[in-house]
Nanobody, 118 residues
Framework: VQLQASGGGLVQAGGSLRLSCVVS????????IGWLRQVPGRGREFVGS????????HYADQLKGRFTISSDNAKNTVYLDMDSLRPDDTGVYYC????????????WGQGTQVTVSS
């Protein structure tokens, strides 16, 4: 399974960004796609996850209402829409995939930088 994240960039506080994660390879072997971020001074944080079979999304409590995960199955793409961005959302955002029997994310994309200016 390969994952390619894109869409990061520089945005002013209060703005929005859409990140994309294109998934390829043996997609039938995975059950969920997760978004995680590496934030300076805070380490790796869970952003949210998307379960492929049911199309349901779950979010970190502190991000509910601002971040939305969705998918376009025809494009094998999972999106992370981020609204009302704040400077503390700055970080490298990764998409990752979890296999059906895995307890952790075992496939990772390369990450995309998101910088929110004040």
């Amino acid at each position: 399974v390969q994952l390619q994240a894109s869409g990061g960039g520089l945005v002013q506080a209060g703005g929005s960004l859409r990140l994309s994660c294109v998934v390829s390879g043996n997609t039938g072997s995975i059950s969920a796609i997760g978004w995680l971020r590496q934030v300076p001074g805070r380490g790796r944080e869970f952003v949210g996850s998307f379960y492929l079979s049911g199309g349901t999304a779950h979010y970190a409590d502190q991000l509910k209402g601002r971040f939305t995960i969705s998918s376009d199955n025809a494009k094998n793409t999972v999106y992370l829409d981020m609204d009302s961005l704040r400077p503390d959302d700055t970080g490298v955002y990764y998409c990752a995939a979890r296999g059906h029997t895995a307890s952790t994310y075992n496939f990772w994309g390369q990450g995309t930088q998101v910088t929110v200016s004040s």
